[in-house]
C-alpha cells in the first residue's frame, strides 16, 4: 500500500500562493493552509495593497516581486523558492479562497498513490458552486483546446490547484508570465513525458473570486500568447 | 531607374536585417527574406510584377510592391514585439532572483522577521 504524503510520511511539502492585491483573503487563506503543517510561501506579485503584509503576519514566507510579472511568473518564482528550501511535494493554490485546504492532502496522497509527478485538481470531476454558465464554456472550450495541442486526456486544463513532486517540478520552466502558463504547464507536462493524474477538487466560486478571475476575453489573449511563444527561442 | 535603386537599396536593408535576425526568430527571419528577395526581383522585372499583380487580382505591379512593402513593415513590427517579449522574459528572470534573495521567512514571533536566501546555485536560470 502507497505511503500517504499527507499523514508527513512523505518528506518537505510547499504550498505556492501566487498573490496579487489579495490583502483582504491572504491571511485567511494562509491559516487555512497552515493548519495542515505545511510550509507556506505566498508570491506577492507586486501587489498595490497590504498583500504582503497580511501574508507575513500570517505567518508565511513572502516572497516579493518587485513589480507586476503576473500569475505564470509568480508560480514559476514559488516553485523555484520552494525547491531551493528542499521541497519534496510542491502544491499551487490560490489566493482567493476558491481552493479549499483540506484537498491539498488527496492531492498529495494521489501522488503518492499513483507514483504520479502530477495531481492536476479538476472541478468537473469534483464540485464547483456557482459556477457561472460563461465560464463553464470558457473552461469546456480551454480543456478542449489544451487537449487538442497536447494530447493529455483532461477534463479541467485551466485549474490553479495542483501538486507536484521535486522531479517534475524540476522540469517546469514558465515563460508564460501570464494566464497562459496553466495550458504550457501542460505542454510541458506532456513533452517531458511526466506522468500526471486528475484528482477531483472542489472550487468555490465568490463574488470576490469571480470579480478577481479572468474575463472571457482572457480567452483570447492567451491564445494570442501561446502563438507568439512559439516565433521565437 | 531612380525609384529602382532606391527601392533596391532599401529591399537590400531589409535583407540584411532579415539575416541578421534569423536566428531570434526564424519564422519572422524566413519570411523577411523570402519577401524582400522577391521584392528586388520584381523591382527589377516590374513586367513579371505585372503579371503577377494581375494573377493575385491586385491590378498593376506598382500596388503589388507597395503591398509587399507593407508586409515587410508588420513583419519587422512583430520582430519588435518579439524583442519585447524577450526582453521581458530577461527581467522577469532578474525580478525573480531579486525577490528569492530578499524572501522573508514566516517569523516564529509576530514582528519578527527572518531573511531566507536560497544557495545560489539553486537558482534556475531562464
Redesign the interface.
Given at each position: 500500500m502507497a505511503k500517504s504524503v499527507s499523514q508527513g510520511r512523505g518528506g518537505n511539502t510547499w504550498i505556492v500562493i501566487p498573490a496579487y492585491n489579495e490583502e483582504q483573503t491572504i491571511a485567511g487563506v494562509v491559516a487555512d493552509v497552515r493548519r495542515n503543517g505545511h510550509h507556506?510561501?505566498v508570491?506577492d506579485d507586486g501587489s498595490a495593497d497590504a498583500t504582503a503584509d497580511a501574508a507575513?503576519?500570517a505567518?508565511?514566507?513572502?516572497?516579493?516581486?518587485?513589480?507586476n510579472?503576473g500569475q505564470g511568473?509568480a508560480l514559476?518564482?514559488g516553485i523555484?523558492?520552494a525547491?531551493?528550501?528542499g521541497a519534496d511535494f510542491i502544491v499551487t493554490f490560490d489566493a482567493d479562497g476558491q481552493h479549499r485546504a483540506d484537498e491539498i492532502a488527496t492531492l498529495l496522497d494521489a501522488l503518492a498513490f499513483h507514483g504520479a509527478d502530477f495531481a492536476l485538481g479538476s472541478r468537473f470531476l469534483g464540485r464547483t458552486t456557482n459556477i457561472p454558465t460563461s465560464r463553464r464554456l470558457l473552461l469546456w472550450a480551454a480543456t478542449w483546446f489544451t487537449s487538442a495541442t497536447t494530447g493529455l486526456e483532461l477534463t479541467d486544463a485551466h485549474n490553479g490547484f495542483r501538486a507536484m513532486t521535486r522531479r517534475g517540478a524540476s522540469h517546469i520552466?514558465l515563460?508564460q508570465?501570464r494566464m497562459a502558463h496553466a495550458s504550457e504547464i501542460l505542454d510541458q507536462i506532456a513533452s517531458s513525458r511526466l506522468s500526471y493524474v486528475e484528482v477531483p477538487v472542489t472550487i468555490e466560486y465568490s463574488s470576490y473570486s469571480l470579480g478577481k478571475g479572468q474575463r472571457s476575453s482572457a480567452a483570447i489573449d492567451i491564445l494570442l500568447d501561446l502563438c507568439?511563444?512559439r516565433?521565437?527561442? | 531607374m531612380i525609384a529602382q535603386l532606391i527601392l533596391t537599396a532599401l529591399l537590400s536593408g531589409v535583407v540584411l536585417y532579415a539575416w541578421h535576425e534569423h536566428r531570434r526568430s526564424p519564422v519572422v527571419g524566413a519570411l523577411s527574406l523570402i519577401i524582400a528577395t522577391t521584392a528586388i526581383y520584381l523591382v527589377w522585372a516590374p513586367s513579371h510584377a505585372s503579371d503577377l499583380a494581375e494573377w493575385a487580382g491586385v491590378g498593376r505591379g506598382v500596388d503589388l510592391i507597395v503591398y509587399i512593402w507593407v508586409v515587410i513593415s508588420l513583419l519587422v513590427l512583430l520582430n519588435l514585439h518579439l524583442k519585447l517579449r524577450v526582453q521581458l522574459e530577461q527581467i522577469t528572470v532578474l525580478a525573480r532572483q531579486i525577490a528569492i534573495a530578499n524572501a522573508v521567512n514566516a517569523a516564529p514571533l509576530p514582528g519578527k522577521a527572518e531573511r531566507v536566501s536560497p544557495p545560489p546555485a539553486a537558482i534556475r536560470k531562464g
Open positions: 507556506v510561501v508570491v507575513f503576519r505567518r508565511a514566507t513572502v516572497v516579493r516581486h518587485p513589480f510579472l511568473a514559476q518564482t523555484t523558492f525547491l531551493s528550501q520552466r515563460r508570465n507568439t511563444r516565433l521565437y527561442q | -
